[in-house]
Antibody, heavy 118, light 109 residues
């Protein structure tokens, strides 16, 4: 059974940093692109970043470029999102998602809430 | 950047009725479009990919159609568990960035 479990969410002050982790199991993690998708309270879905199978290619939505870094450790079956210079508008539930066919999100984690507030 | 619009924003229907949801892309995405269902407090679930293919375990009452810029998700007969928000999604050719539509809420009339 495919499982994605996020951790590392919490309350952080504006300008602060946070690192999210996603533990993957039930599939060959190193064979898939992986992504982070977020959802602000009461709002729609927004893709944040994705990373190629071997970590060599990474892409970001414009609003997080230069502040967020996606990475992975295939030996640990884990995906990460380092978030720096956090802003109030980054407050959201962050989902880890597996990318199938490099195009769609077929499995999602339960989400990690990140709240940026003083 | 390809933008997705969805209509209507809200669809109020009764169980047993047919639901027709629309997604329009600002430029052609060929058939590379997906639909997701999200219920309150839950992660999204992939329903349809490549415009018309049902994902694993998705009931036959869900169907997708369209290509190019205009797409439709149809729920043939609404079950109580189908009342949720539905999003469409596409991936740009290069760079591989993803966009979602704003969503359509299907609620109980």
């Amino acid at each position: 059974e495919v499982q994605l479990v996020e951790s590392g969410g919490g309350l952080v002050q504006p300008g602060g940093s946070l690192r999210l982790s996603c533990a993957a199991s039930g599939f060959t993690f190193s064979s898939y692109w992986m992504s982070w998708v977020r959802q602000a309270p009461g709002k729609g879905l927004e893709w944040v970043a994705n990373i190629k199978q071997d970590g060599s290619d990474k892409y970001y939505v414009d609003s997080v470029k230069g502040r967020f870094t996606i990475s992975r450790d295939n030996a640990k079956n884990s995906l990460y999102l380092q978030m720096n210079s956090l802003r109030a508008e980054d407050t959201a539930v962050f989902y880890c998602a597996r990318v199938v066919g490099a195009t769609y999100f077929d499995y999602w984690g339960q989400g990690a809430l990140v709240t940026v507030s003083s | 950047e390809i933008l997705l619009t969805q209509s209507p924003a809200t669809l109020s229907l009764s169980p047993g009725e047919r639901a027709t949801l629309s997604c329009r892309a600002s430029q052609s995405v060929s058939s590379y479009l997906a639909w997701y269902q999200q219920k309150p407090g839950q992660a999204p679930r992939l329903l349809i990919y490549d415009a018309s293919n049902r994902a694993t375990g998705i009931p036959a009452r869900f169907s997708g159609s369209g290509s190019g810029t205009d797409f439709t998700l149809t729920i043939s007969s609404l079950e109580p568990e189908d009342f949720a928000v539905y999003y469409c999604q596409q991936r740009s050719n290069w760079p591989p960035i993803f966009t979602f539509g704003p969503g359509t809420k299907v609620d109980i009339k």
